[in-house]
């Protein structure tokens, strides 16, 4: 039917087969060109990307050896065996000082990431951010303590990539809200950490600076996608990090890791991912959160952001400060559990894992009620992979292409062209 009309709207014209096929051999070098070209672009990026790495870690190696140099009684390991609360005592009495704390830290961060590949990145600002904390009348709950932060979380003149060659070359213009939290009580951020492409992985490896691996055993990976966060804290390259999580990005990579995390209950803290690896959920709601040795530390965290600057900065975050009455309380609890949802098939050692929590709790008092989440396959086809992907994958795949410099395939090209369809 299509056809006919054109060919009743267009006058015929005869074309000579060989034409014919110059024009289609032609297109299709033009294309394979094109294609070619931007991997090349993309290739060169990534190259100058982990050129830059090498010449900020270069200068960061440089600082701590002169650092030394001028500081041979520095206490190193006295300094990296304090934990955070104490560490922060110690900052805010003046028994420590900032410039002692913060060395050591960069001198260990290096040494983990030479063993693991986990740091990305050297804040440099954070040397001027020691000079500026000692003009502060007061002095933050995590003065002076130095602070590492995952890719996406925005610093100023920082790059974020997200583990895509499509953002390089494109630094941050302002911190994010987190950031300016951070420095209004005092805290240094100094690197950034490394994670999985496009951030949805329970892995940490990406095309533009590879894999990390966990420092606990470098056969095994530090689980994703905030792993280069998990893998610098378990090295002890870092007391305080901030990884993000949406489907588990920290708590995974502390179980991986050994250490303790916390992903906040949606809007609790102030965090908008840019860039962002597809288009922004409401339904599925990702979340900035602490990662630390302990629980303590992620206490002392939590008391250091939910205060009045981040409830400034972002009116959206409800001015809910950390409510210490109901942290003291030891009023005994009544914490629902179980050991399956009838959906993810567990190793009998994570069942264990939770019949031995469920044990200690009880023995502490507390009382525990087994449960069964509803209707599981429901929420994680319909609600969870829907609102991930509520274009059909279309954003994450059209980000893949540009940043890896390939064809997306028949399969890619139908999720661009359906961006309503089901692509899971």
Request: include cysteine; charged fraction near 20%; aromatic fraction near 8%.
């Amino acid at each position: 039917m299509i056809p006919e009309k054109m060919r009743q709207l267009l006058p015929e014209v005869e074309l000579d087969p060989s034409v014919i096929s110059v024009l289609l051999c032609s297109s299709t070098v033009a294309f394979l060109v094109l294609k070619w070209m931007v991997k090349k672009l993309v290739q060169q990026r990534m190259q100058e990307a982990r050129k830059y790495r090498a010449h900020a870690l270069g200068q960061m190696e440089e600082a701590v050896k002169q650092f030394k140099q001028q500081n041979p009684d520095v206490q190193a390991s006295h300094i990296l065996s304090l934990p955070l609360c104490e560490l922060a005592k110690k900052l805010q009495e003046g028994s420590l000082s900032p410039e002692s704390v913060l060395y050591t830290y960069m001198d260990k961060a290096l040494e983990v990431n030479q063993d693991v590949n986990c740091v990305t990145d050297f804040i440099q600002e954070c040397v001027h951010l020691l000079q500026e904390g000692r003009k502060q009348k007061e002095k933050g709950l995590l003065y002076g303590v130095p602070v590492s932060i995952k890719d996406p979380i925005g610093y100023e003149g920082h790059v974020s990539t997200c583990g895509l060659g499509q953002y390089l070359g494109q630094p941050e213009r302002e911190d994010s809200i987190l950031v300016k939290v951070l420095k209004k009580q005092g805290a240094i951020p100094f690197v950034k950490t490394n994670i999985s492409q496009c951030l949805i992985n329970y892995d940490c490896s990406n095309l533009i600076f590879g894999q990390t691996m966990n420092p606990l055993s470098r056969k095994k990976s530090p689980g994703g996608s905030s792993g280069g966060e998990g893998a610098l804290i378990a090295g002890g390259g870092s007391i305080l990090g901030f990884g993000t999580d949406i489907g588990g990005s920290i708590r995974l990579p502390c179980s991986f890791c050994g250490l303790c995390g916390l992903k906040p209950t949606g809007y609790r803290l102030r965090y908008v991912q840019k860039p962002a690896p597809m288009l922004s959920s409401t339904l599925v709601t990702g979340m900035v959160g602490p990662m630390a040795r302990d629980v303590d530390s992620l206490t002392l965290c939590m008391r250091a952001l939910l205060c009045d600057d981040m409830f400034r900065l972002d009116p959206n975050v409800p001015p809910l400060p950390f409510n210490e009455e109901v942290y003291s309380s030891s009023t005994p609890l009544r914490i629902g559990y179980y050991d399956t949802d009838g959906y993810f098939l567990l190793p009998p050692c994570m069942r264990r894992a939770v019949h031995e929590t469920r044990t200690l709790l009880q023995e502490a008092g507390h009382m525990l009620v087994p449960f069964v989440p509803p209707r599981i396959d429901y929420v994680m086809t319909e609600l969870f992979m829907k609102g991930l992907f509520a274009d059909g994958g279309a954003a994450l795949l059209k980000k893949l292409s540009h940043s890896c410099g390939v064809a997306l395939g028949l399969s890619g090209t139908w999720a661009l062209t359906h961006p309503t369809s089901r692509v899971f």
